[in-house]
Every structure is written in structure tokens, then in C-alpha cells.
Nanobody, 126 residues
Framework: QVQLVESGGGLVQAGGSLRLSCAAS????????MGWFRQAPGKEREFAAA????????YYADSVKGRFTISRDNAKNTVYLQMNSLKPEDTAVYYC???????????????????WGQGTQVTVSS
């Protein structure tokens, strides 16, 4: 079993930055693909970013590309999401997820991830 706990959310003005963290316990994350997803009120959960188990490959939704950076520290069993140039439309609950996702083309599919955190709220004011 893997337990994931997100932190770092909060309220920020448009144009500001936040850094989310996702700490894992129960099992090492070193062989898992890690993803960040988000869900705004009344909307479906959507993909934001993912990173391969080695950290060598990253994948971003078009809506966050160039503004968000995903990274991981396998020694600390933690994955990060650096969010810059935040916009009001980035407001959502952000979830991290983990699983062995064999194909890069599947990284953005939430159904491919078995382990999920409880989420952290990010609110961007205009």
C-alpha cells in the first residue's frame, strides 16, 4: 500500500507562485509514475502533469505547459509541482497520484493510477 499526502496549497494572487509537495509512505515511489491532477468545482478531474519513475520524462497538459514544473526526489519519496504565473482558472483541488503506468501515452489518464492523495486546495484570486 502507498499513502500519499499533498501539501503546499493555499490562496495566491494571479501571477503568483505555489509549490505543492506530495509525500509518500508505505512503499518507495522509485518505480512509480507520479501524476498531478486537479478538479475544479463542478468539473471533472483533469490531468496537469506527470513524471516517469526515473524523473527522466515529464508530461504536461497544454493548459499548464511552460508555467508548471513537476519534479521528484526518490530519496525523499516526494514529488513536487512548482506552479508559476498562476491564473484564476488554475483554482482547483490538486491531487497527486501514483502507479506503475507502463506507457507514456497513458500518463494523463486518471484511471491508470491506483493510489491517490486526499488533495490540497489551490485558490488563485484575480
Amino acid at each position: 500500500q502507498v499513502q500519499l499526502v499533498e501539501s503546499g496549497g493555499g490562496l495566491v494572487q494571479a501571477g503568483g507562485s505555489l509549490r505543492l509537495s506530495c509525500a509518500a509512505s508505505g512503499r518507495t515511489l522509485s518505480r512509480y509514475v507520479m501524476g498531478w491532477f486537479r478538479q475544479a468545482p463542478g468539473k471533472e478531474r483533469e490531468f496537469a502533469a506527470a513524471i516517469s519513475w526515473s524523473g527522466g520524462s515529464t508530461y504536461y497538459a497544454d493548459s499548464v505547459k511552460g508555467r508548471f514544473t513537476i519534479s521528484r526526489d526518490n530519496a525523499k519519496n516526494t514529488v513536487y509541482l512548482q506552479m508559476n504565473s498562476l491564473k484564476p482558472e488554475d483554482t482547483a483541488v490538486y491531487y497527486c497520484a501514483a502507479d506503475v503506468v507502463p506507457y507514456y501515452s497513458d500518463y494523463a489518464r486518471p484511471q491508470m493510477y491506483h493510489y491517490w492523495g486526499q488533495g490540497t486546495q489551490v485558490t488563485v484570486s484575480s
